[in-house]
């Protein structure tokens, strides 16, 4: 709940900025979500679209979230403190802006360098002033780049609506995904999606991500062509490193490439992708 959680993500993409040119795209994730292709396989089926693509799924149509989401005002203490407290309600509602369209999403997310220079930099208002109007919400994660993409006339045409997720929600909808397990796992894998949420601590289903897709052992990074040392029992064939830029795509890779080109169809077929 909050705004601390979009302070860091906007912290941290100001430090990449800095740090390093020679990355694309930034991918939120949490303790929750967990990959269902491999590092190879992302970078293989990335490396053949526009850089300026933004993966973030995204509705004007706020139904019961403008009442409960939008309007109420809060403030969240773990902007100004070092240890974080709950978040407390004002005890009035403030009225929908007119200046700018509130569009809301999911709060994952894959946004290109392009757009998230715009909005750490801001050579507009656009940012900032969204930026101080979220502060105050409930759930900023969910609105504010939803809101801020789809305002900018320089990016609104650069979104595909989706998130590359896959998760299951219980009906009604609870605050955080089903629980997924084993019995999942066939609609998981062809599902095309590049990560999943959220699962069970030490659930079987990891163990069958990481023996069948990730070809990972146990307490190992998931290998890639850039592993270079011998694999043994003792050896971890990545405690070596080739070149990076290699990339060997494995069968997931197939399944995910098939659900971005739908997605880019889409995406191709629209003339306004804002614009619901």
Not at 2 to 31: N, P, Y
Not at 76 to 97: C, N, S, V
Not at 179 to 199: C, H, K, N, P
């Amino acid at each position: 709940m909050g705004s601390t959680i979009l302070a860091a993500i906007l912290r941290a993409v100001a430090v990449l900025l800095k740090m390093d040119e020679g990355w694309d795209w930034f991918i939120t994730l949490s303790a929750s979500d967990y990959p269902l292709i491999t590092q190879d396989d992302l970078s293989h089926v990335f490396s053949s679209i526009r850089r300026d693509l933004n993966f973030i799924d995204h509705t004007s149509d706020l139904g019961w979230k403008e009442g409960q989401r939008i309007q109420p005002i809060v403030v969240d203490p773990g902007i100004y403190l070092a240890r974080r407290t709950q978040i407390f309600h004002a005890t009035e509602k403030r009225p929908m802006p007119d200046a700018f369209t509130v569009f809301t999403g999911s709060p994952w997310v894959v946004l290109s360098r392009p757009f998230l220079e715009f909005c750490i930099f801001g050579w507009e208002n656009l940012p900032r002033t969204l930026l101080m109007y979220f502060t105050n919400v409930v759930l900023s994660q969910e609105v504010y780049f939803h809101t801020v993409i789809c305002n900018s006339p320089e990016f609104r045409n650069t979104t595909v609506n989706a998130d590359l997720r896959y998760f299951v929600w219980d009906d009604p909808p609870k605050m955080e995904p089903h629980i997924l397990s084993t019995s999942d796992y066939e609609d998981m894998v062809e599902s095309g999606a590049a990560f999943a949420r959220q699962f069970e601590k030490d659930g079987a289903v990891l163990d069958m991500i990481d023996r069948n897709i990730l070809k990972r052992d146990s307490n190992r990074a998931t290998p890639g062509a850039w592993c270079r040392g011998r694999k043994s029992w003792w050896t971890d064939p990545c405690s070596q490193w080739g070149d990076v830029n290699v990339v060997k795509p494995g069968p997931q890779a197939d399944k995910f490439g098939q659900s971005i080109d739908k997605l880019l169809d889409s995406w191709n077929e629209s003339s306004d992708t804002c614009a619901k």
